[in-house]
């Protein structure tokens, strides 16, 4: 990592590199303590259950797990090499899920370090002034405030988001290798601009949120490196800033539309029937005010905030976000020559938020902690230019990093606290429910965790109640239904699975649950047709013939509920000599 830094000319070799070192072992290692809890997690049902427990295929590194790494597509994700990185995990771990947070928290320990790397050339390019030890000092207070904030607890605590850690890994190591170049010339420099295009390529394969760095870079190119005057951009010093770009913009687009289709078919994206344009405005404007309000007020973090049936721009909290865009956008436009910063912070955010902000959106979410991970760096530059600008100042050099100190402290602790929600299933949905009772989405999927579990008491409520709060959902109505139906009390079940039928009638499982629900509260004859058009949909399916059995006979049809006896019998000589995988 070291030789990734340009050379600061103002200290001598040996104590360059191990300013280096304190630089980027420093945040590494409190980072470790910090987020060490998560070694004692297990699996969440929040995406773990479809991504590792019911996925056999990333398991190992022979040539069947490299084939689908590179063509599987799960939730709408195409990620071969974080799928890689899994599959290391397994020839390790097993399924054991230590493992795997320890995957996590390495990399989030190397990003910090990288960080701490990264902060330090930054803030050398925008205080030329500054001397190496305040430098050395911001770039840990930076690196710090972005490791150990709560608002990272979700992308390393949840094994799921790999995908966050090692995007942002090669996402630092390809504007570091960039920084390299730009400060190299003849083959190294050549060399060095082919390593950060391949490295950037790697985290587009690992996450495509980082498709937005080619614009963060542009944003570097004008402040703090000033190698870009946006009033001679036609100039050739200017074209060659502009071209050089060129190689990653390329794969950024190649990677927006191998997103797109992916997401189509496999994760629709939300309609815009529901949300129209207005809408996504007003989505994006909360999302920007999201995450510098939760930097500085970490309270109430939660593993879901669900979008609201309804978006509007003059509704609360849209209106005030989108005042609020506007206002600091004007305030740091006006400000630009007296404080560059300001606005090359707010712009990088801007386009690194972009693919997440909700302008295309998929999903339950309206935001979510691990959106910021990357998009939270430029404001934790903010936090180490003020303590490497205070650090020469007698008045100022013990104030500003004892509370920067105590504040980051703070935060570690809340992070602490913050990486427990993430133990297992139970810990993860009771404190979201406290925190947001009406959270339909969580009340559905703990309600499916406790009912696959065994326990479909516990998971009645649950599951009644995301009924409730989703009254055109026919999934929420035939979830419901279900419970009810397994807990043995049909006469319960059959309103929600009726509403179910009436809202999608090709949903097939919810006709055949509506079928036996009816055969057991005695209502065989209204059964039939139900059954009848499950059995027909899904010849070789034995639910629909076993309700059918059991309607004929209630209705005096013995032929017939042998016919389907006989059929039944015939399924299970086929299952039982079918050859095993």
């Known amino acids: 990592m070291v030789v990734l830094v340009m050379p600061d000319s103002r200290l001598p070799g040996l104590a360059r590199v191990r300013g280096d070192l304190v630089v980027a072992l420093t945040p590494a290692a409190v980072t470790l303590v910090v987020f060490a809890a998560t070694l004692g997690h297990g699996w969440v049902d929040f995406d773990d259950n479809e991504n590792f427990l019911g996925n056999p295929h990333y398991r190992g590194l022979g040539p069947a797990q490299l084939r689908w790494m590179l063509t599987g597509v799960i939730m709408g994700h195409w990620t071969p090499v974080t799928w890689l990185t899994h599959g290391l995990d397994y020839v390790l771990w097993g399924m054991n899920p230590a493992g795997y947070h320890l995957g996590n928290l390495l990399l989030h320990a190397a990003n910090a370090a990288l960080f701490g790397l990264l902060a330090r050339r930054l803030l050398g390019a925008a205080l030329p002034g500054a001397g190496p030890t305040s430098l050395g000092l911001g770039a840990v207070a930076a690196a710090l405030l972005f490791a150990v904030h709560p608002l990272r607890a979700e992308s390393v605590a949840w094994i799921t988001e790999r995908r966050d850690v090692l995007a942002a890994l090669f996402y630092l190591l390809t504007t570091l290798a960039w920084l390299r ?60 800033v502009l071209l050089e770009k060129v190689p990653y913009l390329t794969l950024a687009l190649a990677m927006v539309v191998i997103t797109s289709l992916t997401y189509r078919a496999s994760l629709p994206l939300t309609s815009l029937e529901l949300y129209p344009p207005a809408a ?61 910063a300001g606005l090359a912070v707010w712009l990088a955010y801007a386009v690194t938020l972009a693919p997440v902000s909700g302008l295309a959106h998929a999903g339950p979410q309206l935001v979510a902690d691990r959106f910021g991970y990357l998009p939270s760096l430029g404001f934790c530059l903010l936090l180490g230019a003020g303590v490497a600008m205070a650090a020469p100042q007698p008045r100022l050099a013990r104030v500003v990093p004892l509370v920067a100190a105590a504040w980051i402290a703070s935060l570690a602790a809340m992070t602490w606290w913050q990486v427990q929600i993430w133990r297992n299933t139970d810990t993860l949905f009771s404190y979201t429910l406290a925190v947001d009772p009406d959270c339909a989405w969580c009340r559905a999927q703990y309600g499916s965790a406790l009912g696959n579990r065994g326990d479909v008491a516990g998971a009645i409520p649950h599951l009644q109640r995301a009924a409730e709060l989703q009254p055109r959902s026919f999934r929420s109505q035939a979830n419901a239904g279900l419970a009810f139906l397994r807990a043995g009390r049909a006469a319960d079940a059959l309103p929600y699975l009726d509403r179910a039928v009436a809202l999608e009638p090709a949903h097939l499982d919810s006709v055949t649950n509506l079928g036996l629900a009816l055969v057991a509260v005695d209502r065989a004859a209204d059964a039939v047709p139900y059954l009848e058009r499950a059995r027909a949909a899904r010849p070789d399916a034995a639910g629909p013939r076993i309700g059918l059995a059991r309607a004929y006979t209630a209705l005096g049809r013995p032929a017939d509920a042998d016919e389907q006896h006989r059929a039944l019998q015939r399924l299970d000589a086929a299952r039982a000599t079918r050859p095993t995988r």
């Open 181 to 240: 170049a730009g400060a190299s010339e003849g083959d190294q420099r050549r060399r060095w601009y082919l390593a950060s295009i391949a490295l950037f390529a790697l985290g587009l394969l690992s996450k495509s949120m980082i498709v937005s760095l080619p614009l963060a870079l542009l944003v570097l190119d004008v402040y703090p490196l000033r190698r870009l005057d946006l009033t001679a951009w036609r100039s050739p010093a200017a074209r060659r």
């Open 280 to 340: 996504r405005l007003a989505m994006a404007a909360y999302s920007l005010v999201f995450v510098p309000w939760k930097t500085l007020a970490p309270m109430d973090l939660r593993p879901m905030y669900e979008l609201p049936p309804r978006v509007s721009l003059l509704d609360p909290p849209f209106l005030p976000a989108l005042l609020a865009v506007a206002a600091i956008t004007i305030v740091l436009v006006a400000a630009r020559r007296r404080w560059p």
